[in-house]
């Protein structure tokens, strides 16, 4: 601030100036707004803070309800009891429920700190060069005609999040009036509900989870996308589903893919678990690759959250894929420039660290083949947890069909028990999920696995 400014009196500082000095504004002050103000500053200096003097009353901002998932995690941090376990945020966990960073993730970061020219500069806006073009390549393949003909667009983003943002906002403003429909799976991740609200895309649903199978309702699926309006967006989970864990089969891609063409949908794909699900990044993005090859005009948000441990640092990036053609070099280009608008104004640019980690990685064959193994220490002691679980189920005889503890797959398991259920597990075994009865399968290990298959026995019993 410069010398000249004068410093701005602070409230309390005008209450107590003297009369004479107020009088001496009055000149200037002797407008009805000003005698207005004056009164109300009067009154809360007499009546202290019991005047509530606010714009948003509680009709305006009502109290809005915590976070389920988020709130969960608080209960679970303030139980204090030993056998506590924690089954909900999807997050990975070792064989001691605690927090694992990746061996190659620790690599890279000693090899970043310790990099004199490191800097702290802000990112352009669409991100770090080489990790949005390395996450293109990872998540389409590295021969994908769509890169190499120049029609792929990436962003760096606020992690998967922060992508399904920018898609969501992306479609609502540019695509047609009135604004599309977008389909979600019942059930979702419940953040989509709230991401693409927020936007003003009217939501749908299609069935998706079959209750009395435990896997997918294809038939429900495909008859729902095929009565939708032509032009509506449909948001497609690439692999490791959450909350079900349930995957459709390459065939059950095929025929989702033909239903999308024949209504002339636009497709979304959220790709929050590439490598998460099976262990193999390629196997992954079967389907998302299977949709580029067909030729669709396509966007993806992908994270990179939970495959390289990278919770809370925010990486992740959008792409938006144009269909092959003379065109698409264009339409590539102008989507870009209004996307970098839509950045800017949003976050700015994106957040380094994060992404630096990962582009190192990404672009080192070495730390590459490290990666992959890591992935594999993630993906392989979740499925030994699955068994482990399913055989502790089967050893009690809880009532009841668990065969798909082991054909879901990914991070979570959509167990089938009921709200009440999943409320007495908690009020009496101490553990921890989603009122929807949905498992975070990284949260069980050697040394829970066996309390949780009673704990679970016990409140199918006791219903
Ligand atoms: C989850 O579903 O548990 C994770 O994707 C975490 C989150 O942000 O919801």
Redesign the pocket.
Known sequence: MSSSSPPKPSSSSSLRSSPSSSSSNSVHSSSPSHTAARLTQIQRHTMGSSVADTIFTEDVVPQAPEDP??GLMAAYRKDTSDKKVDL????YRDNNAKPWVLPVVKKADDLLRNDPNLNHEYLPIAGLAEFTAAAQKLILGSDSPAIKEGRVTSLQTVS??GAVHLGGLFLSKFLPKPTPTIYLSSPT???HNQIFTNVHLPIANYPYFSAKTKGLDCQGLLSTLSSAKEGSIVLLHACAH??TGVDPAPEEWKQIAQVVRERNLFPFFDC?YQGFASGNLAQDNWAIRYFVEQGFELIIAQ?F??NFGL?GERAGAFHFVAGPGDKAQDITKRVASQLAILQRSEISNPPAYGARIASLVLNDPALFAEWEEDLKTMSGRIIQQRKALKAELDRLGTPGNWEHITSQIG??SFTGITEKQVLAIREKWHVYM?KNG?I?MAGLNTHNVKYFAEALDDVVRHD
């Open positions: 998932l988020f909900g945020i999807g997050a998967g999040t991740w419940a953040n959450n909350p929050a994270s959250a939970k919770y991070m979570f989603t949905r975070s």
